[in-house]
């Protein structure tokens, strides 16, 4: 049987072509060389995803009953201080008399010695002023002030012509004219009662006592008839007076003055009681009546004018205080003395909890 020559040729061709694809060389590989990869498989077996974000921690119990009390203390703080402030008033000056005030200021006392007084003891003379300053400190309670206080006084005098209690104006022997340097450093204590007359304006009515130390010197000098002197006696004949400045002058020995033992000379100092003489080393204070007014325009400040009689004479006065009183502190919330407590540490676990990531996301890391 024949078979046809162009089925023979196809029937050729179909059965050589495997023979010719089995006989076509396979390329070399290059040494080293690693076989191409696409991008897509590339990218997923060299880079792993990202992992997911960690969740927040959720606060713990803990974490929240502490935050809780320190905010209810913060706020209880803020509103006691905020109703003790709108309750302090300083124009308010009332006080309470069952609570205790302290003042703590200067006090002046200006004292006139008059001319009348002296008399009670000498003749001529004239008025004679002296200052005196001080500290004081004022103890108030329910109207009674009790002041301690500790004052100095100046009792200089410029030359002032004395004569003799009850002698001759006309003698200039009688006559002596003395100088002072005298000072004396006083403490002591004045109780004072009030009386309220008006808003902060009160009358005040008590006394005063206390003790000082006397130092300076008291010049006592003789004198004798000058036509140029300028002493000049408010009685009697003897004219213009001048001090004698030794014994040899007339009239300046101690014969012409009684036989007295001490020649007043030359500017005399007469001698204290530890030396035998006449001028106090100590000497006390005594102030009654003493009245004033009171006045307090503010809680913190107090002031006074006063008037009254001493020994050495009549005097006035002025003070002012700063008062002591504070306005009105709470220490809610906080430790002693108002200070705020020390903020409590945070328990471990919450720490862990909150630096750590969650077992989710270390989970989600893994995949």
Avoid at 28 to 52: I, L, Q, R, V
Avoid at 96 to 112: A, C, E, M, S, V
Avoid at 283 to 311: D, S, T
Wanted: overall charge negative.
């Amino acid at each position: 049987m024949k078979v046809p020559f162009n089925a023979a040729v196809v029937l050729l061709a179909i059965c050589a072509a495997p023979i010719a694809f089995a006989q076509t060389p396979t390329p070399k590989k290059k040494k080293g060389a690693k076989p191409a990869a696409s991008a897509s498989a590339s990218a997923t077996e060299d880079t792993p995803p990202p992992p997911p974000p960690a969740p927040e921690p959720a606060p713990s119990d803990s974490s929240s009953k502490d935050s809780a009390p320190k905010d209810d203390a913060k706020s209880t703080k803020t509103d006691a201080s905020a109703s003790a402030a709108s309750g302090w008033d300083s124009s308010d000056t009332r006080e309470d008399p069952n609570k205790k005030y302290q003042f703590i200021g200067l006090r002046y006392r200006g004292t006139i010695i008059p001319q009348f007084f002296e008399s009670l003891f000498v003749d001529d003379g004239a008025t004679v002023y002296s200052n005196s300053i001080g500290i004081e400190w004022d103890r108030r309670q329910d109207g009674q002030s009790m002041i301690p206080w500790l004052m100095y006084s100046d009792y200089g005098m410029g030359d002032t012509l004395f004569l003799t209690k009850g002698k001759d104006p006309n003698l200039n022997t009688e006559y002596s004219v003395v100088n002072s340097s005298l000072k004396a450093l006083y403490v002591g204590i004045d109780e004072l009662w009030s009386m309220p007359l008006a808003d902060h304006l009160e009358f005040e009515y008590g006394f005063g006592v206390g003790i000082g130390v006397v130092f300076g010197d008291l010049h006592n000098n003789w004198v004798y008839p000058d036509p140029n002197g300028a002493l000049h006696p408010t009685s009697g004949n003897t004219g213009p007076l001048t001090e004698c400045p030794n014994a040899s002058t007339p009239t300046c020995d101690n014969g012409s003055h009684q036989n007295s033992q001490d020649n007043k000379t030359g500017g005399y100092v007469e001698k204290n009681w530890f030396n035998g003489g006449g001028v106090p080393v100590v000497f006390p204070h005594i102030a009654f009546p003493q009245l004033g007014l009171r006045y307090k325009p503010i809680k913190q400040v107090e002031a006074r004018v006063q008037l009254g009689f001493q020994i050495t004479g009549f005097w006035f006065g002025l003070s002012v205080d700063y008062g002591l009183e504070k306005p009105p502190t709470d220490d809610a919330g906080g430790g002693a003395g108002g200070e705020t407590p020390a903020p409590k540490k945070k328990h471990k676990k919450d720490t862990d909890q909150g630096d750590q990531p969650s077992d989710d996301a270390s989970k989600g890391d893994k995949n």
